[in-house]
């Protein structure tokens, strides 16, 4: 049977495959430690589990509207008010089947055939694809290591063509952890006023920061690029909640507008429980996001000592999310491999370690190392890694 051609060329999630190696080793028998996570080990905090139990017994399981029930939009709403200073409307805010959809229905009302975003390297897997799907065209930006992997205004205004749409923002990122400054987001602003050019502010990691750096969304630098950013957020990493499926974006009525219109075609809406829940995350205590803040920042304090210590392992500080993104380029020549790819799947097999390959993020030299799991965990597997490696210098 012939597939469809938006289908033929996408990419499967790297993170993904590694997990299934692992799990299937796992299931073998083997002490396998897994560094792929991309979500929160702890569980959802008890008042929103709560919260989803009162809706159920109280009879909140039928449809909602496309965009999202009306509570959460103003529980999203009074967030970015108290957060970011920011004001905005109830046709401002949709409500997605978590933040990945609300990138995926972005893209589908803000593309056509041709249409070009810029998207800095390392990027987040889903980002490319998505844009393919769109039927538009990824055009990726070396945001070099020496820079702590951050897009210059400079890079995207050289990257700027009649046929760029728009630019992705990711602050803290994944997979690298690093954030952007007030000064740095205003610079590249400047440029997509300038271009006209659509800002995607992908903010999700934005309650899990380790610096005393502030988190900024580029919306509240000024009105003008309030008005060019659309804001993708939700409660998946914040609040240890990535199975409940609840995102959105904030931006442009008329963009919000297309992409509730094509959501009602698509999932008609998110699921009536966990919108319940995602309100009560936000209208309630955010003592349990402190304490999963404190716990990922002593993780990695811990995490990125240990990892620096081991030969040929050069990493960029992290200031948020809870990934480190080291280049071990060194390492890997160190061992005689000829690629990370293949450095990676040595150390499963032997030490039993899974990783994730930077080419996955579209950088070939490094590695993702997710520390959401325990610090023995942590530990242990910065041993068999150190551990690896001197034994195949």
Known sequence: MELANRVKTLTPSS????????????????????????????????????????????????????????DL?????????????????ADQVIVTTGAKHALYTLFQVL???????????????????????????????DAVEENEFKLTPEQLENAITPNTKAVIINSPSNPTGVMYSKEELQAIGEVCVQHDIVIVSDE??????????PHVSMAEISPELKEQTVIINGVSKSHSMTGWRIGYAIGNKQIIKAMTSLASHSTSNPTSIAQYAASAAYNNSQEQVDVMREAFKDRLEKLYTWITDIPGVECVKPKGAFYLFPNVSEAVKLNGFDNVD????????????????GS????PNNVRLSYAISLDQLEEAAKRIKRFVINHQ
């Open 73 to 89: 939009k103003k529980a999203i709403i009074k967030k970015m008010k108290q957060d970011q200073g920011l004001d905005y409307d």
């Open 204 to 213: 999700i990691y934005e309650k899990l920061i380790y610096t005393e750096l």
């Open 360 to 363: 996955g993020f579209g950088s």
């Open 15 to 70: 993170t993904l495959a590694i997990t299934a190696k692992a799990k299937e080793l796992k299931a073998a028998g083997h002490d396998v430690i897994g560094l792929a996570a991309g979500e929160p080990d702890f569980n959802t905090p008890e008042h929103i589990l709560d919260a989803a139990t009162k809706a159920m017994h109280e009879g909140f399981t039928k449809y909602t509207p496309a965009g999202g029930t009306v």
């Open 342 to 357: 293949e450095w990676i799947k040595a150390l499963l097999e032997e030490e039993k370690v899974a990783l994730v390959p």
């Open 111 to 141: 593309l056509n055939p041709g249409d070009e975003v810029i998207v800095p390297t390392p990027y987040w897997v889903s980002y490319p694809e998505q844009i393919k799907l769109a039927e538009g065209q990824p055009i990726f930006v």
